[in-house]
């Protein structure tokens, strides 16, 4: 009787056991880090020098940069150091492969040396980054 008890366990479970095992073997792929979606900011120039300009009169720096992630690039904001400096970015998605620009403007009223930043906040790793503008502001000729 134990045998035959056996024999019909082993009959309708085996099968169960054995086919569980079958599948298409690409459905088990496991993903990789590239397989992930994720927008990436890659700059022409994150850093520039203004060299000498004249006091009270704005200067402006463009940065672009183009996303070489696979996702779209949202900027959140873009936040200057000091109230002397403003800055313009996209507010739209920069979708995988297209170039975006931001516009820093800076007043130029203190005379001196300067060295200003603006940091960049988005959706890509790392999600701060950090834009470098210097220069020498000189006094006007009378």
């Known amino acids: ?25 690409d459905e088990k792929k496991q993903l990789s880090v590239s397989d992930l979606k994720s927008p990436a900011i890659t700059w022409d120039k994150d850093s520039y020098n203004f060299g000498d300009i004249p006091q009270g009169i704005p200067v402006d720096v463009v940065f672009t940069f183009t996303n070489t992630g696979n996702a779209p690039l949202i900027i959140s ?55 470098v503008f210097t220069g020498t502001v000189v006094p006007k000729k009378k």
């Open 1 to 25: 009787m134990k045998r035959i008890i056996l024999a019909l366990l082993c009959a309708t479970v085996l099968p169960f056991v054995t086919f569980a095992q079958w599948g298409d073997p």
């Open 77 to 131: 904001k873009v936040e200057p150091a000091c109230n002397c400096t403003d800055a313009i970015w996209p507010k739209v998605p920069i979708m995988p492969g297209q170039k975006g620009e931001i516009q820093v403007t800076f007043d130029a009223a203190t005379g001196g040396k300067f060295s200003k930043t603006a940091v960049v906040t988005s959706n890509a790793k790392p999600t701060e980054q950090t834009l």
